[in-house]
C-alpha cells in the first residue's frame, strides 16, 4: 500500500490548525503529517505540543519566517524514506474521509503524477464535509487562454489539466527534479501553478480529481494575509508577472495559448481593481 507524507506549512493559526489537523491523519494511507511552522507568534508551538505532542505521527519543525514556498521546501526535506507520495495541506484547510486516498486510487488509475480534488470553500472548520449541490460540468476547470481556473465545479472523472491548486497530491519522484520557487513571495501567489508547470516541464502528468473533497476555510487572519491588504494585491500582481516570464513560452508552445502575456497580466489586473471595488460597495 502506498504512504503518503502530509506536509503543512502554518503562520500564526493555531485556532485553526487545532481542527483542520486531525482530518489529515484519519486517512488510512497517511504515514505522518509534517507541521513546518514558518516563524510564527502566537502559541502554534504550544498548541502543536499539547494537541499533538504525542501522537509519533506527527512531526514539528520551524523556521524563521521565510514564506510558504521555503516551507514547504522544508518540510519536503523531512519527510519519511518510507514515503512514495507527498501531500499539501494548509493551515486553513481540512479534508474529507479518504480524501488523499481517492486521489492515490485515481492517480493509479490514470497513470497521474499529481492529482488535487475538488476544494469547497466554507466559512468555518465546524461546517459539514458533504459534498455541495453541484451539477456536472464538462468544461475543463483550467482555462489557460484568462489563466483562470475553477476547482470548486464536479466534473463528474478525472481531468488532465496544466496545474492544480495548492492542495495536491505527488509521487516522490516529482519533488527529485522539482522544488518549491522562493522568489515568490508575499501570498506566494502562483507558487502551486510554478510547481505544477515544472513538473510537467519534467514529464509529469497531472489531474483534478472532483471525487475528493477538500475543505477551504475562508480565514481573514494568518498565513498569507499576515500583511496588508496592499501588499497583498502587490505581491498578487508581481508574482503573476514573475510567473509569466517564467512559464509563458513553454505555456504558448505546449496548449497553445492565444492571449499575449501583457494581456494575461492586463486581465489580472483589471479583475483584482474589480474585486476591490465590489468589497468596498458591500461595505458601504
Given amino acids: 500500500m502506498s504512504q503518503v507524507s502530509v506536509v503543512i506549512p502554518t503562520h500564526n493559526r493555531s485556532h485553526i ?4 489537523l486531525g482530518s489529515y491523519l484519519n486517512d488510512p494511507c497517511v504515514l505522518e ?3 513546518v511552522d514558518d516563524g510564527s507568534t502566537d502559541n502554534t508551538l504550544k498548541m502543536l505540543e499539547e494537541n499533538f505532542g504525542t501522537n509519533p505521527r506527527v512531526l514539528v519543525c520551524s523556521q524563521s519566517n521565510s514564506g510558504a514556498p ?10 519519511s524514506i518510507n514515503t512514495s507520495h507527498i501531500f499539501f495541506g494548509e493551515d486553513d484547510a481540512f479534508i ?5 486516498s481517492i486521489l492515490l486510487q485515481e492517480m493509479e488509475a490514470i497513470k497521474a503524477d499529481i492529482a488535487a480534488g475538488r476544494l469547497v470553500p466554507i466559512h468555518s472548520a465546524e461546517a459539514e464535509r458533504i459534498s455541495p449541490a453541484v451539477h456536472i460540468s ?3 476547470p483550467v482555462n489557460l487562454n484568462f489563466m483562470r481556473a475553477n476547482f470548486k465545479i464536479d466534473t463528474g472523472q ?3 489539466v496544466p496545474f492544480v491548486h495548492a492542495l495536491f497530491l505527488a509521487k516522490k519522484w516529482v519533488f527529485e527534479h522539482v522544488a518549491f520557487d522562493t522568489a515568490y513571495f508575499g501570498n506566494a501567489y502562483r507558487e502551486e501553478t510554478d510547481f505544477c508547470i515544472e513538473a510537467v516541464k519534467h514529464g509529469a502528468k497531472v489531474v483534478y480529481c472532483p471525487d475528493s473533497l477538500l475543505f477551504h476555510i475562508e480565514a481573514k487572519q494568518g498565513g498569507q494575509r499576515r500583511i496588508t491588504r496592499f501588499e497583498y494585491e502587490y505581491a498578487i500582481l508581481k508574482n503573476n508577472w514573475y510567473f509569466l516570464n517564467k512559464h509563458y513560452d513553454f505555456l504558448k508552445t505546449k496548449y497553445k495559448i492565444l492571449t499575449p502575456k501583457v494581456c494575461l497580466q492586463g486581465a489580472l489586473v483589471v479583475r483584482r481593481i474589480y474585486l476591490a471595488l465590489t468589497k468596498v460597495i458591500k461595505s458601504v
Fill in 96 to 100: 474529507d474521509e479518504n480524501a488523499i
Fill in 70 to 79: 521555503s516551507a514547504r521546501n522544508h518540510g519536503i526535506a523531512k519527510v
Fill in 17 to 20: 490548525l487545532q481542527k483542520t
Fill in 138 to 140: 464538462k468544461s475543463n
Fill in 33 to 35: 503529517v509534517i507541521v
Fill in 158 to 160: 478525472p481531468v488532465v
